[in-house]
């Protein structure tokens, strides 16, 4: 395949995984890195990037779509009322070092563990989706104190992991503290930005033995630009189905495919 031609393909194939993220998004209200990092994977490794570096390439990338997009929804949010400045600011510092500790341990693993780690915690995101209940609670308020210093920088850490921004594991998180569901979507859209702002600044000073054109550290430029011009245009798409169609089932349903992809993800990297 001639340099054109990959680039031409690649060009193809994120246009379609932009547009596909987008109108998941706005149909499912799922962050876009759900999606991306295994879209990525599949992608990359296809046209020949594969190395035991590439998963911090799509987490990094992934990341980097989230800073716009995040930006973007709680701005939008926030014109509603519907952010939670309160849990913003006191969630915040815990995030933020969560997601630095999360860039230390994805600059130091190999691909296949990333992989490993991805589908495991991908299973659990799943199994919420398809079978969580709006109903369950841990406590009617959400957690202060040493609850708070142990599970905000938890949560910065683990999306990280993911390559994904705050939606995954703060809504669910807050949703269990009894935090309205559309204020907890609002609120995680501001958990996305303290997430992946300084985990990006990390991920540009990755040195990457392999990577595809118009890369930069673990961020490839090419695919962040692709992916959020298409997501800009997709998002209200979805977000005018969600208002047609039960997006209920339709999340139980991407709730079970999320765990096949992550599943094999792991059967890939564990080499079966």
Known sequence: MDDITLLLTMGALLLAIGAFAGVLAGLLGVGGGIILVPAFYYVFSALGYDSPQLMQLCLGTSLATIIVTSIRSVLSHNKKGAVEWPILKTWALGIGIGALVGVLVVSSLRSVVLQSIFGGLAIIVGL??????????????MPVGIKRAILSPMLGFLSVLMGIGGGSFGVPTMSLFNVPIHRAVATAAGFGVLIAVPSVAGLLFVDMDVAPPFTIGAINVAAFFVIIAMTLITAPWGAALAHKLDPKPLKRIFGIFLILVALNMIRKAMGW
């Open 128 to 141: 919420y989706m398809a079978f969580g209940q709006s109903h369950w609670r841990l406590g009617d308020r």
